[in-house]
């Protein structure tokens, strides 16, 4: 079995687009790097002939320096003796340095006679010379030193008399002058003769050296830039001929994403990857070719699919309203009359209610139809919010104290009385989201928070409205899918209520408002539903005082009963009692009223207030502004069967 190593396998075929590849960039590399280690080696050993050439400069210098500095200490203190005779402790001193230096000298003459054999191609002065120059200086400082040991001993504590010391003086001058006498000067001229050799030569090393570092980074410039130009001029043209496929591949794809002809090919001209890439890119287009050809079809399918839906919702609608506004006329008709037995009238009631469930649900679906059609427009237009949020509140008071819950709305004191926006649409989102928290709440409350926010990046004030509640709540899993049409959750399936249109058209309604609803939900604990739209016009001009004023009767209302009624209002009822409407209207009208106040039903309630004669004009009046003010509370109390205060 052969084996196989991967660093081999891009030069086993030639004719692939990797060996190519690879084939020229090790060939570029080699050049470049060939190049620029020539020119590092050559000017490496440049610079380390001056690096060394420097160093033994520097140790010549030192050697020198150190060699004269102690020579003339040397004789300095030599001529200082003979000023130290009076005390013998100074003389002891002296004699010790001027030993010790002594010996220093002698050191000092061996190490430069040690250079001078081991680097005499570094010395300044010749070999011979510089052996001359220490030499002479040991001779003359021996002398020196053994003449200065034979007057002063060493280690003498011995006190000069005034004529002892005119006698060592004249000793020690005399020394002074035979060392003076001797060739001393010359050979001190000599040596800073030679140390002035040695510090040119030292400051000429370095000079070699800057040049030699100059040198090297020019050589290596130089080496690299001709490896550049080299290598660049290879991989150009290498690179031309090996990128031509590639290029027409890139201009066929250019031509095809600007005139969206999938008829084009590109040219297949090399057996490499670049040729392979070609031969897919072409299979990929005549794909894309018959793909686009389908989508189209496709498309124009699903248009006039999508026009016969349409189509088939506005003639359903229609031929579903017709038949049902008959239906519910003629059903009006025989409640009016009043000639049939109870069993009849409940079944003509149950009629007239499910006919009216059914046209609401005929009304929902035209809406989403319309919504999904894109046909459907926001109406803008001010309006009073305050009095859209007391007719939704007396709309669902009566249902919350039915319940034995507590239907709270708290409005912020920044909300203003008048907004721009679609009424119709806001208080349809609004009636859904309470409606739903009432209908699934059996304990606790309903709590209705409308405050105006800031949001960033937008520039308009963002209308807020939450409802929370202590309902059964929502499953996690049934959040993701709560806002699909005819989607019902498992809580709603249980209680048999609705048809899942709510949600979803207050959903969609709230997008065309250019806004969101959002749920947050815990299971046996409750939900907050919370809606969110701009309101593009805001009048800030009225006062918090105004606004909590005006918002205190709001708020009133959740409590009135009907002895709030006025005295005028009062007597108007009381008239009403002693009339006994019960007996001209009959019980069933006042169930039946009773009923549709429940369900807020203000058609039917209209409809039934057209009932009453006449010459009870007083009556009419009221219930009237109360079906206007949306006080369906205040309906449902006082055509309560039996209820003392009520007039059936």
């Known amino acids: 079995m052969k084996l196989r190593f991967p660093w081999r396998s891009p030069f086993n075929n030639p004719n692939r687009l990797r060996s190519k590849l690879n084939y020229g960039y090790l060939i570029a590399m080699s050049i470049s790097v060939g190049g620029s280690l020539l020119g590092m080696v050559i000017a490496d050993y440049f610079q380390g002939q001056g690096i060394i050439r420097l160093h033994q400069a520097h140790i010549q210098a030192s050697l020198l320096r150190q060699f004269r500095d102690v020579s003339q200490q040397a004789q300095l203190q030599g001529a200082e003796i003979k ?93 002074e002058r035979n060392l003076y006498q001797s060739e001393i000067r010359t050979v001190d001229w000599q ?60 201009r066929t794809t250019e031509a095809i994403a600007e005139s969206q002809d999938y008829s084009l090919r590109t040219p297949v001209v090399t057996t490499d990857e670049a ?42 609608t229609h031929e579903l309203r017709t038949p049902l506004n008959a239906v519910l006329g003629y059903t009006e008709l025989l409640l009016s009359s009043q000639s049939y037995d109870s069993q009849t009238q409940e079944s003509l009631e149950t009629i007239q209610k499910s006919g009216h469930h059914l046209l609401n649900l005929v009304n929902d679906v035209l809406h989403l139809s319309r919504i999904e059609a894109g046909k459907a427009q926001v109406e803008g237009q001010d309006f009073d919010f305050y009095a859209l949020l007391h007719n939704l509140e007396g709309m669902f ?33 609004i009636i859904n989201l309470v409606g739903n928290a009432l209908k699934f709440t059996k304990v606790g409350q309903v709590i209705v928070k409308i405050m105006q926010v800031e949001v960033e990046q937008l520039t308009t004030p963002q209308l807020q409205i939450q409802v929370q509640d202590t309902g059964i709540g929502i499953a996690p899993d049934e959040l993701t899918t709560l806002f699909d049409p005819f989607t019902q959750t498992q809580s709603g399936r249980d209680f048999q209520q609705g048809t899942g249109l709510g949600l979803a058209l207050s959903e969609k309604f709230a997008r065309l408002l250019g806004g969101n609803i959002t749920v947050e939900s815990i299971e046996q604990v409750g939900s907050t539903f919370t809606l969110q739209i701009p309101c593009s016009a805001l009048t ?52 039946q009223l009773h009923q549709a106040s429940l369900e807020a039903d203000a058609q039917v309630i209209e409809q039934l207030i057209k009932k009453i ?32 205060i009520g007039i059936c």
Not at 216 to 240: N, P, Y
Not at 544 to 564: G, R, V, W
Request: aromatic share 6%; charged share 20%.
């Open 83 to 175: 000023l130290l005779l009076d005390s013998p402790e100074q003389i002891r001193a002296q004699t010790t340095r001027l030993h010790n230096n002594h010996e220093l000298i002698r050191k000092l003459g061996t190490e430069l006679t040690t250079f001078s054999e081991q680097y005499p191609k570094y010395l300044a002065v010749s070999r011979s010379e510089l052996k001359l120059i220490i030499q002479n200086h040991l001779t003359a400082f021996d002398a020196q030193h053994a003449a200065i040991l034979t007057i002063l001993p060493p280690g003498s504590t011995t006190v000069f008399s005034s004529d002892e010391q005119a006698r060592l003086n004249l000793e020690l001058q005399q020394v």
């Open 613 to 644: 004669p006449t010459q009870h004009n007083q009556l009419i009046a009221i219930l009237q502004k109360w079906l206007q003010d949306y006080r369906f509370d205040l309906l449902a109390e006082l055509f309560t069967i039996p209820e003392s």
């Open 397 to 429: 008071t009566l249902t919350a104290r039915q319940k034995g819950l507590k239907l709270q709305w708290d409005v912020a004191n920044n909300i203003p009385q008048y907004l721009h926006s679609d009424a119709t649409k806001l208080r349809q989102i």
């Open 191 to 250: 040596l800073e003769r030679a140390l002035a050799d040695a510090e040119r030569q030292a400051t000429q090393a370095e000079i070699d050296l800057e040049t030699a570092q100059g040198f090297e980074k020019g050589l290596i410039v130089v080496s690299l830039f001709l490896s550049i130009v080299l290598g660049g001029s290879f991989v150009w043209q290498f690179s031309k001929r090996l990128l031509a496929p590639i290029e027409e591949l890139t």
């Open 540 to 591: 800030t001009e009225l006062s918090s005082t105004k606004t909590q004023s005006h918002y205190a009767d709001i708020k009133l209302t959740s409590n009135l009963s009907i002895t709030d009624i006025t005295d005028e209002e009062d007597d108007q009822l009381t008239a009403a009692t002693q009339a006994d409407y019960q007996q001209i209207m009959g019980t069933s009208w006042c169930e």
């Open 275 to 316: 040729g392979q890439l070609a031969q897919d890119f072409n299979q990929l287009i005549s794909a894309i070719e018959q793909q686009t050809t389908e989508l189209i079809h496709a498309k124009e399918n699903a248009e006039a699919a999508s026009q016969a839906k349409s189509t088939f919702l506005a003639t359903m």
